[in-house]
């Protein structure tokens, strides 16, 4: 893949699966942004197919 694929992909999971989020929203809601940020990132997995796919984009920019 080339970095602008990784781009693309990135922005489609977003769109699709994290933009109105009602488990984010909601832990936004009653326990903050940090806490739902820190959600997402560990325990989501879409969250994890971000995790991949930006440590793939890190490999193609060293």
């Known amino acids: 893949m080339n970095k ?3 781009i693309q992909d990135i922005d489609e999971l977003l769109d ?6 009602f488990l984010k929203k909601q832990l936004r809601t009653e326990k903050g942004k940090t806490t739902a940020h820190r959600f997402c990132i560990k ?3 879409v969250g994890e197919q ?5 440590s793939e ?3 193609l920019g060293q």
């Open 16 to 21: 699709r699966y994290c933009d109105g989020c």
């Open 50 to 54: 971000l995790r991949f796919l930006g």
């Open 4 to 6: 602008m694929d990784l």
């Open 57 to 59: 984009l890190n490999k």
């Open 43 to 45: 325990h989501c997995t």
